[in-house]
Every structure is written in C-alpha cells, then in structure tokens.
Nanobody, 116 residues
Framework: QVHLVESGGGLVQAGGSLRLSCAAS????????MCWFRQAPGKDREFVAS????????SYADSVKGRFTISRDNAKNSVFLRMNSLEPEDTAVYYC?????????WGQGTQVTVSS
C-alpha cells in the first residue's frame, strides 16, 4: 500500500521559513516525479513545485519562484520543500504528490499558516 506522509507544517510569521518533508513508502520512489501542491480555504488546489525523478528538472509556480526550493533524497524516499520569505498568501494545506503515469498518489497534507 502506498503512503505519502507530510510533515513540517505549522504557524510562522510573515518573512519566516519552514521546511516541509514528505516520506514515501510502498512505491519505488526513484521512479516517480514528485510535486507539491497547496489548497487555501475556499480555493482550488494549485501546483507549487515539481521535481523530476532524476532531480534533473524542477518547475515552480510563479508565486513561489525565488522563495521556495524543492529537493529530494532518493536514498531516504523523501521529498522536501524549503519555503523562505513566507507571506500570508502562502497559508494553505500543502500536499505531496507522486506521479508516474498512470499512477498518481497524494498525501493527507500538512497545514501551513503564515501570520501577518
């Protein structure tokens, strides 16, 4: 059974930093592209960042470019999201996602709240 477990969320002041982690099990982690999405109250889930299975390619939403960094450790079956210069608009539940066509798995999410 596949499990993606996010951690590292919390309450932080604007301008602060957090590092989210996602631990995967039940999949051959190195075969999957990994992504982070987020969903703010009353809004649709949106793409935040992605990282190819070989770490060769990254992509970021315009709203987080220059502030967030995605990385992975295939030896630890984990993906990370370093978030700097956080803004109240970053408040959301952050979800880890593992993709390898036709498979697509989601974690349960971790709450990030940024106070002004």
């Amino acid at each position: 059974q596949v499990h993606l477990v996010e951690s590292g969320g919390g309450l932080v002041q604007a301008g602060g930093s957090l590092r989210l982690s996602c631990a995967a099990s039940g999949i051959t982690f190195s075969n999957y592209a990994m992504c982070w999405f987020r969903q703010a109250p009353g809004k649709d889930r949106e793409f935040v960042a992605s990282l190819s299975r070989s770490c060769g390619g990254t992509s970021y939403a315009d709203s987080v470019k220059g502030r967030f960094t995605i990385s992975r450790d295939n030896a630890k079956n984990s993906v990370f999201l370093r978030m700097n210069s956080l803004e109240p608009e970053d408040t959301a539940v952050y979800y880890c996602n593992a993709k390898m066509i036709p498979f697509n798995y989601w974690g349960q999410g971790t709450q990030v709240t940024v106070s002004s």
